[in-house]
């Protein structure tokens, strides 16, 4: 009998592949570019939301992502898997001022505190002010704080009050210079505040005052809670 061989060549070798992402999330980058790589051959990602999505893909959340590569010659698969992480983590923030205004403090600082993160104020006549600012009006401003490894933000309130709220005074006096009155006594009227008298011999005197010179002198009560001042006059003769 005759008889021939026959020779059966085996390709069972999978097809290179190599695969790629455009960066993790965070919140100035808010999606990612799944790319594999295997020259000539078909390729599919899985995961998340893909289904046997073409190459390259997209994504916007983190996960786990597999690329399988298809041979154009053997049929053979082979896979590579992509890990993308999410960091949206907003930057912790505080914020407080030096004082409310009134008469005696025109002016607030207010500061912002995150730890290795730029901060702007905005507010009032504040535009993306540096940190700390300065107001000298009352009103609500906002520190926003950016996180220097994710971009994420943070926002922060201060109300700044204003009391600038005038005392009311008033002058009298027990009656005038005399032969046989030699002194008046001087008396401020402002409830719960305090009082000085000036004019003639009397510097910053308290009340109440006497005196013994006819002449003009002046009360001043200042607000206890404002710290503003108003002034009153008694004309002694």
Same mark, same amino acid.
């Given at each position: 009998?005759?008889?021939?061989?026959? &020779? =059966? $060549?085996?390709?069972?070798?999978?097809?290179?592949? &190599? @695969?790629?992402?455009?960066?993790?999330? !965070?919140?100035?980058?808010?999606?990612?570019?799944? #790319?594999?790589?295997?020259?000539?051959?078909?390729? =599919?990602?899985?995961?998340?939301? /893909?289904?046997?999505?073409? !190459?390259? %893909?997209?994504?916007?959340?983190?996960?786990?992502?597999? =690329?399988?590569?298809?041979?154009?010659?053997?049929?053979?698969?082979?896979?590579?898997?992509?890990?993308? +992480?999410?960091?949206?983590?907003?930057?912790? $923030?505080?914020?407080?001022?030096?004082?409310?205004?009134?008469?005696?403090?025109?002016?607030?600082?207010?500061?912002?505190?995150? @730890?290795?993160? +730029?901060?702007?104020?905005?507010?009032?006549?504040?535009?993306?002010?540096?940190?700390? *600012?300065?107001?000298? %009006?009352?009103?609500?401003?906002?520190?926003?704080?950016?996180?220097?490894?994710? *971009?994420?933000?943070?926002?922060?309130?201060? &109300?700044?009050?204003?009391?600038? &709220?005038?005392?009311?005074?008033?002058?009298?006096?027990?009656?005038?210079?005399?032969? #046989?009155?030699?002194?008046?006594?001087?008396?401020?009227?402002?409830?719960?505040? +305090?009082?000085?008298? !000036?004019?003639?011999? /009397?510097?910053?005197?308290?009340?109440?005052?006497?005196?013994?010179?006819?002449?003009?002198?002046?009360?001043?009560?200042?607000?206890? @809670?404002?710290?503003?001042?108003? +002034? @009153?006059?008694?004309?002694?003769?």
């Amino acid at each position: 009998k005759d008889s021939a061989t026959v &020779t =059966v $060549l085996s390709s069972i070798s999978p097809p290179p592949l &190599t @695969a790629s992402s455009g960066g993790n999330l !965070n919140c100035l980058k808010l999606s990612s570019t799944l #790319t594999g790589a295997s020259a000539g051959n078909a390729m =599919v990602w899985n995961g998340g939301s /893909l289904t046997n999505a073409s !190459n390259p %893909a997209i994504v916007n959340t983190a996960g786990s992502y597999t =690329v399988t590569a298809t041979d154009a010659g053997n049929g053979c698969t082979v896979t590579a898997v992509v890990v993308v +992480t999410s960091n949206t983590a907003p930057p912790a $923030l505080t914020a407080g001022s030096s004082n409310n205004l009134n008469c005696l403090k025109l002016s607030s600082t207010l500061t912002g505190v995150s @730890a290795g993160n +730029t901060m702007v104020w905005n507010g009032g006549a504040l535009s993306n002010a540096s940190n700390p *600012g300065m107001v000298s %009006a009352a009103g609500i401003y906002t520190v926003t704080a950016t996180d220097a490894v994710n *971009g994420c933000t943070s926002t922060a309130a201060v &109300t700044i009050t204003s009391n600038t &709220t005038v005392p009311t005074v008033t002058a009298i006096s027990s009656g005038a210079i005399t032969c #046989t009155s030699a002194s008046v006594v001087l008396t401020g009227i402002s409830a719960g505040n +305090t009082m000085l008298w !000036n004019g003639g011999s /009397l510097v910053n005197a308290a009340n109440p005052a006497t005196v013994t010179a006819a002449g003009t002198y002046t009360v001043t009560a200042t607000d206890l @809670a404002s710290g503003c001042t108003k +002034t @009153a006059a008694v004309i002694i003769n």
